[in-house]
């Protein structure tokens, strides 16, 4: 029965804040905002038992804020910010009802949506609250720091800070699911429509929740802000009464059931939308294989690695890294295995590979081969198969790709699925605009080296018209002796 009336009143207090809600339709971007948020609550965690090394440690982390960023998104909320700042301190002054507090915080703030009205709220508040525990971190070594923060009480408060240590760790950890609700929130609003749309279930039944999140989320703030301000206008004891502590942790347990429920149903669009871009992803190989191109460079990013901000591949020759430039318009032998290749595999195509690189003015080195490892995503990595890799990888003379983690599940699929790899290693080749000329080169290269240059179909071809079936191409390289009977007949 309590339950049913919980829920009754649940009820009563979200309709009162959906009928505030009236979004205008105006767009903006508070991702910097909220990073902005998280670098001041960040910095203003109170450790209570080494508060001057969290200053020390405040005072030489990195600065990851760009200030340039925020003029623009600033110069159109600030008097927004302020406007809420100003009101959430005036009510915890007060000690207005939360509940109050909070429906005039969302009529002042009815023509936002509600990621803004989140983030706009999580911004005034860290306004306040950095600024308390500014003057903690500096009023030792600052006068004019030290002025305020005897009007403010600060001294007698960090004096007698063990007592009040439960209370700042329940406030540390309300905070912390706070920004952990925030962050869904705002990552539910930015996922990409192209991909998702809100039939999707587990979208609709995310966004469903986010009223209830938002205006969870904003009375906890209300109630981080109250403690900070009892602190300092209400004194030492009053600050050291428990009913305070417990409606904190009351406030975290509720907001976590909240974020419990929301991060699930972010996980689960996030898989959809990975599905979907796999999808467009082997859609966007097969059409690029049926075209014909200037040079090889959109297969190869297609294929191995489309971003240029990391370096993809190992040089075999000196095991430095390198971009995939340096395999542009030559012909490019793509080793596709496992880790399962065996050593005498690996031993035949490194001879026939070395041969040609010692004939350098020999149109046949102009190839490259490149070792793609291919492990099913779902592999949990291991020592042991972190070794294995690394072995093969260290014996290879020509490049490698870097790490088997960079191959996105499009590609490996494509390589399965069209080139038909299994599990034995198969040598696909492309030729100078990335057109497949041989889906297996690798039988051809163990039979005719390099010889069988540039590898194609159609030089496989030709050659065997041209051999004749004799007794030394069987034996080649099985026995010598066998050859040495033979001509002593």
Known sequence: MASMLMMSDDNVVMKQIVETHAPDGREVDVKPLLHLVEDILKRATLQIDTLMQTSQANAVSEDRTDHAGFVPMLDSLSYTIDRVSSEIAYKALGGTDGHATTVALFNMLASYSWDIKLVLTLAAFAMNYGEFWLLAQIYSSNQLAKSIAILKQLPIILENSGPLKPRFDALNNLIKVVMDVARCVVELKDLPPTYISHEVPALSS????????????????????????????????????????????????????????????????????????????????????????????????????????????????????????????????????????????????????????????????????????????????????????????????????????????????????????????????????????????????????????????????????????????????????????????
């Open 206 to 489: 995310a966004m469903a929740h986010v009223p209830a999140a938002v205006y969870s989320t904003v009375r906890s703030v209300l109630a981080c802000a109250a403690q900070i301000t009892s602190l300092t206008t209400m004194g030492y004891e009053f600050a050291k009464l428990t009913t305070e502590t417990w409606e904190l942790s009351t406030l975290a347990h509720k907001l976590s059931n909240i974020l419990e429920h929301l991060r699930k149903q972010l996980a689960t669009c996030y898989q959809y939308i990975d599905e979907k871009r796999n999808v467009e992803a082997y859609q966007i190989l097969l059409n690029l294989f049926e075209k014909i191109h200037i040079d090889n460079m959109k297969v190869l990013k297609a294929l191995i690695y489309a971003e240029d901000d990391i370096q993809p591949l190992i040089d075999g020759s000196n095991k430095t890294r390198v971009h995939l430039d340096v395999l542009r318009r030559k012909n490019v032998l793509l080793l596709i295995s496992g880790l399962a290749i065996s050593n005498d595999e690996l031993s035949i195509l490194e001879q026939i590979y070395n041969e040609s690189r010692n004939h350098e003015t020999r149109r046949d080195s102009q190839y490259e081969v490149v070792w793609i490892p291919i492990l099913d995503h779902s592999v949990q990595w291991s020592d042991r198969i972190t070794e294995k890799f690394e072995s093969l990888q260290s014996a290879m003379p020509w490049y490698t790709l870097y790490h088997p983690s960079l191959m996105e599940k499009a590609p490996i699929r494509f390589i399965k699925e069209v080139w038909h790899f299994k599990n034995k290693p198969i040598l696909v080749v492309l030729d100078p605009q990335g057109k497949v000329v041989c889906p297996n080169a690798l039988h051809m290269m163990w039979i005719w080296g390099s010889n069988a240059f540039p590898f194609t179909s159609l030089r496989e071809e030709s050659l065997w018209i041209e051999e004749t079936w004799r007794l030394e191409l069987l034996v080649n390289g099985i026995d010598p002796v066998i050859l040495k009977w033979v001509n002593s007949l």
